[in-house]
């Protein structure tokens, strides 16, 4: 039976009613409980213990019988602010090494707690207890150490109020376990994992969450009211700290590396042995700063990028997977360009190690490296007291060379220093950032590289009104580059600026050895209070703006304004556990002020009674102009477009989760059109063993697809040419987990990925700024056969990941990695199963590592 998304959406909200009346019950505060609440506050006394407690998570030391209770938990999810439906408490102990929490998680039905096994910091639909320590007390950061009942970890370090690093890796303890009450999570907590001023006494902020997994109830002492903006701001205080050292802090984790890859040798295969050392050094330099090194570093356990074919003018962005450049690299972000959450700025890591940028100059092919070695990596991170945040990162990679000797990366530094001062105890800040980049070029490199790039900005924020939920930012940025002539004219005709555009008013200077530029920005939004929030901002960037030797951004040469508005319910109703919809509208120009897109779009994403979650959305553009579809060539009109998506997942309580997501886009009059498909399945075996599968089906039709300029752009000979584009794009991405024991699991990832095109209708652009879309262009016959250009791309990466915290801090890995590629065959045919099973045919590039490291504590 065919069912329509709005068919499977009724289901859903059918299915969810059904449940409402149970599931409100639940919300009712039992007797019991309301019996045993004390009165809500939010300060609690941590005792030093006399002797340390045993941390086995039976709470039998004597120290917790002397601790003073917290018992004044509220429900902050589903509800705010009302009664949980089970009773938790906690206590706090401390002695000259370490923090010690005790919580003790009250259930009626103990059989019933969820315990799911993990990897370390892998989240679960487990119980949780969550413990957050805000060391400095400045409301606007915080340390969280999270475990469900089956003992598995998790820390995050929270920064500017409510942002999260995932990455944050401390050496902790917490042992747990379930009884006839509950389940009780014991921690152990050094105090040398956490930075604190150098005084006598000193207040903490903290708070305690506890999640139940079956419910996906949430409660906190103190309550967190996430109608209000901030997580840190909101935290309680633990006093009676006294007597304890700021410890400088030394650790020191060295390993080796032991690979074997495949490498491709002419037109055969052979293999290649590697063995390398390193080290990970952590220093407290004051008890504010620490000193964060990585020597040799490697990062073969990391996995790899997901397979893309970009038929675009712009660079595709990966996110960052290495730990180093993960952690506490929050306090370096200055972001310039946001998108549906994914933000790029002035510091992108992953430009740190990155693909040789000469590899074309070589015809060694296969033996150009897939990456520049990193030499050594530095960063400095930390709060003084006075509420200033400071960031700095140097990193240098080595000159790479091919096998035919040719080199293809320069030696290369990289630095970024970052200020962040609040004021007004956090709720308003000014900050600063400063980057630099600079190469060895030799003859050959400074043709096509850039020698130097340097940029810097402000940025400043102030937040007021009730509950200081509303926020007024904004930032000014500004860059320079050198480099030889030609390297500068290659910035200037590249995609992120297109100086040679004709009829544009940038003058192109091929004599130019800098390039310069600046950009600005504003915006004020609303965080929290009631049910509204909102953003609304402009930015200007200038056509000389260029941060992409150490940041990313795809184009400059652009001004605008955005808006957003949002109706955000978080109290459960008749059919919904929450609610959003929202409006967004955007209004982008060229600095000349020429319309490159006006348009807004609706969507609405909701979780139901019964946990489905569910989002869907409408939008467009209005007739607009191109700045980048030819190329560097003019500016090409663009008729308007729809487009609209459909989303649902399962209930992630259950042992299987289903989910789909649907996209369509409708442009050039119909003329142009695309659609995809990506239903997936989450899957739990046991409580050990997890996975995902994952098919996407992407078809897409371009009428005006750019095939490529003849002749030099901006001259009368130029012909600036497009075809009819047919693709289909198909993958699968299959994650399998198998956890032995809280530290040690097993992890697997495979995405085989297939995307072919066919090119038809060759034409070249006749009247490119022509209201009507056909007298735009006109048949091409000079450069042949369209086919010629046709493709069929096949790729398969996948990892085989064994980790192992054999001692705290200290870790195994055994990794097996596998590549194959193929692209020589069926050019335009797309053969679904065909093309997987060819795929599967081409050569193996496999890599085996072994990665051990050991970590110290002095």
């Known amino acids: 039976m065919h069912r329509t998304p709005l068919t499977i959406a009724a289901l859903l909200v059918l299915t969810a009613s059904a449940e409402a009346q149970q599931l409100a019950r639940r919300d009712r505060p039992s007797p019991a409980a309301a019996a045993t609440r004390s009165p809500a506050t939010t300060v609690v006394t941590a005792i030093r213990a006399t002797s340390s407690p045993q941390i086995d998570g039976l709470a039998a030391d004597d120290a917790w019988r002397d601790a003073p209770v917290v018992d004044g938990f509220r429900q902050f999810d589903p509800k705010e602010d009302v009664e949980p439906a089970f009773r938790t408490e906690a206590r706090f102990a401390y002695d000259d090494r370490n923090l010690y929490v005790l919580v003790r998680a009250f259930d009626p039905a103990p059989d019933s707690i969820m315990a799911l096994l993990s990897r370390r910091d892998e989240r679960t639909q487990s119980d949780y207890i969550r413990v957050i320590v805000d060391s400095y007390h400045d409301r606007r950061t915080g340390y969280q150490f999270m475990v469900n009942p089956a003992g598995v970890k998790r820390d995050l370090y929270l920064y500017n109020d409510t942002s999260e690093d995932i990455s944050w890796d401390a050496v902790w303890d917490v042992k747990t376990s379930i009884d006839s009450l509950g389940w009780v999570a014991e921690f152990r907590i050094p105090l040398s994992q956490l930075r604190y001023p150098r005084k006598e006494s000193h207040t903490f902020g903290v708070a305690v969450h506890r999640e139940v997994g079956r419910t996906n109830e949430r409660s906190s002492w103190p309550v967190w009211r996430r109608s209000q903006s901030g997580l840190a701001s909101q935290l309680g205080e633990v006093h009676g700290i006294s007597g304890i050292a700021s410890p400088r802090r030394l650790e020191f984790m060295p390993y080796s590396v032991q690979s074997n890859s495949s490498v491709r040798r002419g037109d055969a295969f052979g293999r290649t042995q590697r063995g390398t050392i390193g080290a990970d050094i952590k220093y407290g330099l004051s008890s504010n700063l620490t000193l964060d090194a990585a020597i040799n570093p490697d990062f073969g356990q990391v996995e790899a990028d997901p397979s893309v074919l970009n038929l675009s003018a712009f660079e595709q962005f990966f996110g960052e997977q290495r730990p180093f450049f993960l952690e506490g690299t929050g306090i370096l972000r200055f972001d310039q360009d946001c998108n549906d959450g994914q933000c790029t700025g002035l510091f992108y890591s992953r430009r740190i190690g990155r693909a040789p940028q000469l590899g074309f100059l070589s015809n060694a092919g296969g033996s150009v490296p897939t990456s520049s070695t990193i030499l050594g990596a530095a960063k400095i991170t930390g709060r003084l007291g006075n509420g200033l945040s400071l960031g700095i990162l140097n990193a240098v990679t080595d000159r790479e060379t091919a096998g035919d000797g040719v080199d293809v990366e320069p030696l290369t530094n990289y630095f970024v220093a970052r200020l962040n001062q609040d004021l007004r105890g956090g709720r308003s800040g000014i900050g600063a950032i400063v980057t630099a980049v600079n190469r060895s070029l030799d003859e050959s490199a400074a043709d096509y590289l850039r020698s130097a790039g340097y940029t810097a900005g402000i940025d400043a924020r102030h937040r007021f009104g009730p ?50 530029g600046y950009a600005m920005s504003v915006g ?42 949002a109706l955000v319910f978080q109290e459960p109703r008749a059919f919904y556990r929450r609610l959003q919809v929202n409006f967004n509208q955007w209004n982008s120009f060229m600095v000349d002020g020429t319309n490159t897109g006006v348009g807004g779009n609706v969507n609405v994403n909701t979780t139901f009674r019964n946990m489905w979650f569910m989002y869907a959305g409408i939008g467009g553009e209005r007739a607009a102009v191109c700045g980048a579809c030819l190329r560097g060539g003019p500016y090409l009109n663009e008729d308007a477009n729809l487009n609209g998506w459909f989303g649902f997942s399962g209930d992630s309580r259950r042992s299987i989760v289903p989910g789909l997501n649907v996209h369509f886009n409708r442009r050039d009059g119909g003329r142009s059109a695309s659609y995809g498909l990506n239903p997936n399945v989450t899957f739990r075996v046991a409580s050990r063993m997890s996975g995902s599968l994952g098919v996407n089906f992407n078809r ?159």
């Open 700 to 858: 897409n039709t371009d009428d005006r697809q750019f095939l490529r300029n003849f002749g030099e752009v901006g001259s009368d000979t130029a012909h600036y040419t497009v075809g009819h584009l047919a693709q289909r794009t198909l993958s699968l991405t299959t994650r399998l987990n198998f956890t032995v024991s809280p530290t040690m699991s097993v992890q697997f990832y495979g995405s085989p990925f297939v995307s072919v095109g066919k090119y038809s209708d060759w034409r070249e652009v006749a009247d490119p700024r022509h209201a009507d879309y056909e007298h735009r262009f006109r048949p091409f016959t000079l450069g042949g056969d369209p086919g010629a250009y046709d493709f069929n791309f096949k790729q398969f990466r996948s990892n085989l990941v064994m980790r192992w915290e054999y001692r705290p801090g200290s870790t195994l890995f055994l990794v097996w990695g596998q590549g194959r590629e193929q692209g020589d065959i069926d050019h335009g045919d797309f053969g679904g199963w065909r093309d997987y099973r060819n795929l599967f045919g081409a050569h193996p590039a496999n890599t085996f590592l072994v990665k051990a490291s050991y970590w110290f504590s002095m």
């Open 524 to 565: 004020l939004n609303k965080q929290g209070g009631g049910i509204t929030r909102f953003w609304t901002g402009g930015w200007y960037k200038s056509p000389g703006l260029e941060i992409n030797d150490v940041g990313f951004m795809t184009n400059v040469n652009s001004m605008g304004w955005s808006n957003w508005f």
């Open 467 to 516: 509950g200081g939920n509303f926020q007024l930012s904004a930032s000014a940025v500004g860059s320079v580059v050198r480099g030889s002539e030609s390297a500068i004219a290659l910035t200037q005709r590249s995609s992120v600026h297109y100086y040679q555009r004709p009829g544009d008013d940038l003058e192109y200077d091929p004599t130019r050895t800098s390039l310069s």
